[in-house]
């Protein structure tokens, strides 16, 4: 069974910088591609980062240059820094991962960023 937890989250000022956190399980990051999701109130799910297995990174436009998504295949972990952050920013944010055609969520973890 696949798990993702996330952690990380909190309250930052605007310029300022978080790492979130997406412990695995039943999985193996270094081989699965993993991806990050935001959902701001009354807004879509929207896709921020993505790694694949072979460790190509993709990003959201309005995240490139600030955003970094990595992993520590020795903690099967997947890592999402975020610098020079935005209110816009603000969101719950979900790590993602399909396995065997199932696709699999973290319980999300809160970014606010105030003004």
């Known amino acids: 069974q696949v798990q993702l937890v996330e952690s990380g989250g909190g309250l930052v000022q605007a310029g300022g910088s978080l790492r979130l956190s997406c412990a695995a399980s039943?999985?193996?990051?270094?081989?699965?591609?993993m991806s990050w999701y935001r959902q701001a109130p009354g807004k879509q799910r929207e896709l921020v980062a993505k790694?694949?297995?072979?460790?190509?990174?993709d990003y959201q436009d309005s995240v490139k240059g600030r955003f970094a998504i990595s992993r520590d295949n020795a903690k099967n972990t997947v890592y999402l820094q975020m610098s020079s952050l935005k209110p816009e920013d603000t969101a719950v944010y979900y790590c993602?991962?399909?396995?065997?055609?199932?696709?699999?969520w973290g319980q999300g973890t809160q970014v606010t960023v105030s003004s």
């Open positions: 993602h991962t399909i396995f065997l055609g199932t696709s699999t």
């Open positions: 039943g999985i193996n990051v270094r081989i699965n591609g």
């Open positions: 790694i694949t297995g072979v460790g190509s990174t």
